[in-house]
């Protein structure tokens, strides 16, 4: 007998918490930290702005409001990129 096809993964990012330093956001299992020094488009964002987040392609986060996007590379390994905006 063979199992049935398992449906489409609905869970979405979550942001899970906001401090003056930065942002947790849980996506697929594992949460994450961005730090406004790395990440700086986020740090005068509002908390709606910064809520309204959309995975895409399961590997490619979206902010619609922010006009920002990342990939999950990015958000792993920060240090590998440079991020910093002018």
Do not use: C
Not at 16 to 35: A, K, R, V
Not at 54 to 80: F, R, T
């Amino acid at each position: 007998m063979k199992s049935s096809t398992h449906g489409k993964n609905i869970s979405k990012p979550e942001i899970t918490n906001i401090s003056e330093h930065g942002f947790w956001i849980f996506i697929e299992s594992t949460e994450y930290f961005l730090p406004f020094e790395r990440f700086p488009w986020f740090k005068q964002a509002s908390v709606g702005q910064i809520t309204n987040v959309q995975l895409m392609h399961k590997a490619h986060l979206y902010w619609p409001d922010l006009d920002v996007d990342l990939s999950l590379a990015i958000i792993q390994s920060p240090e590998k990129y440079k991020l910093v905006s002018k």
